[in-house]
């Protein structure tokens, strides 16, 4: 069973600028969420998507933004770009709804703004 | 479900064991956690406990959790020059919704 997967790997971008980073969940799970990672701050969360929806979001500004598709794949969005946002950004898919909510991640986006 | 600590770093001989602690702060978690990230990677799960468990084994790891003092750890037998990595300990904080509370992470530098 393939893992989650996200694209692309690298990405450099300048400030002011947007990106979008795509992520394609395990087979089967329904549920996505996205996760910024910093020296800094740590893991951080940013939303969760499930059937469409997003049903949770963390504390991040609105250029920060996702959505997910009928098959499940979701793609976030940064718009306006900023030196802060350089970070490695992942994405973990769950089976879902279900109190014991396993995620299972992918390898990530790592992110560089200059 | 906002406050997990971990120790930083760690180091530990080959063949010792190795012990990772975390404490976490809300009570109504559910579940909690311990993943692995190796460098350049994402998160790879190792293990989970449910939080009415006090201990579970699955192969050279041993997760014991003290539910009364909110402390977690995480016991690697045996530790292996590919056991370096970093591991993060989460809970759930009760619900879920895609949503894991981290803690800092634990360095583990295996000498051989």
């Known amino acids: 069973k393939a893992g989650v997967t996200q694209t692309p790997r690298y990405l450099i971008k300048t400030r002011g600028q947007q990106v979008t980073l795509s992520c394609s969940p395990i087979s089967g799970h329904r549920s996505v969420s996205w996760y910024q990672q910093t020296p800094g701050q740590g893991l951080q969360f940013l939303f969760e998507?499930?059937?469409?929806?997003?049903?949770n979001k963390g504390n991040f500004p609105g250029r920060f933004s996702g959505r997910q598709f009928s098959n499940s794949r979701s793609e976030m969005n940064v718009s306006t770009l900023e030196l802060g946002d350089s970070a490695l950004y992942l994405c973990?898919?769950?089976?879902?709804?279900?109190?014991?909510?396993?995620?299972?991640f992918g390898s990530g986006t790592q992110l560089s703004v200059l | 479900g906002e406050d997990v600590e971990q120790s930083l770093f760690l180091s530990v001989r080959e063949g010792d064991s190795s012990v990772i602690n975390c404490t976490y702060t809300d009570s109504s978690s559910t579940y909690l956690y311990w993943y692995k990230q190796e460098p350049g990677a994402g998160l790879q799960l190792l293990t989970y406990?449910?939080?009415?468990?006090d201990m579970k084994q699955d192969q050279r790891l041993t997760v014991l959790l003290n539910k009364k003092d909110k402390h977690l750890s995480l016991r690697i037998a045996d530790t292996q020059t590919g056991d370096s990595a970093i591991y993060f300990c989460a809970e759930n904080g009760g619900s879920t919704l895609g949503r894991l509370y981290f803690g800092r992470g634990t360095q583990l530098t295996v000498w051989p």
């Open positions: 998507y499930f059937s469409e929806t997003q049903r």
């Open positions: 406990i449910f939080s009415n468990m």
């Open positions: 973990a898919s769950s089976l879902a709804p279900d109190v014991n909510e396993k995620l299972f």
